[in-house]
Nanobody
Framework: QVQLVESGGGLVQAGGSLRLSCVAS????????LAWFRQAPGEERQLVAA????????HYGNSVKGRFAISRDNAKNTVYLQMNSLKPEDTAVYFC?????????????????WGQGTQVTVSS
């Protein structure tokens, strides 16, 4: 059974930083594109950042470019999201997801595995 488990969320003041981690089990994700999405109350889920399999290419949503960085450690089956200069509008539940698709980014419908999410709250 494939599982994605996120961690690292929490409450932080505006301008602060958080690092999210997502550990995958039940499959080897070397050949999967990995991504972070987020969803705020009353809003649609949006792509935050995506990273391809080897060699790693990345894609970022416009609202996080220059502030967030996605990376992966295939040996640990883990994808990370380093979030800097956080803003109140970054408050959301953050989900990691995996897609067996080489496009960057893969279409949302290609993400077949999803984590349960971790809450990030940024106070002003």
């Amino acid at each position: 059974q494939v599982q994605l488990v996120e961690s690292g969320g929490g409450l932080v003041q505006a301008g602060g930083s958080l690092r999210l981690s997502c550990v995958a089990s039940g499959a080897t994700f070397e050949n999967y594109g990995l991504a972070w999405f987020r969803q705020a109350p009353g809003e649609e889920r949006q792509l935050v950042a995506a990273i391809s399999w080897i060699p790693s290419r990345t894609h970022y949503g416009n609202s996080v470019k220059g502030r967030f960085a996605i990376s992966r450690d295939n040996a640990k089956n883990t994808v990370y999201l380093q979030m800097n200069s956080l803003k109140p509008e970054d408050t959301a539940v953050y989900f990691c997801a995996a897609a067996r698709d080489g496009r960057m980014p893969p279409p949302v419908e290609r993400y077949i595995y999803w984590g349960q999410g971790t809450q990030v709250t940024v106070s002003s």
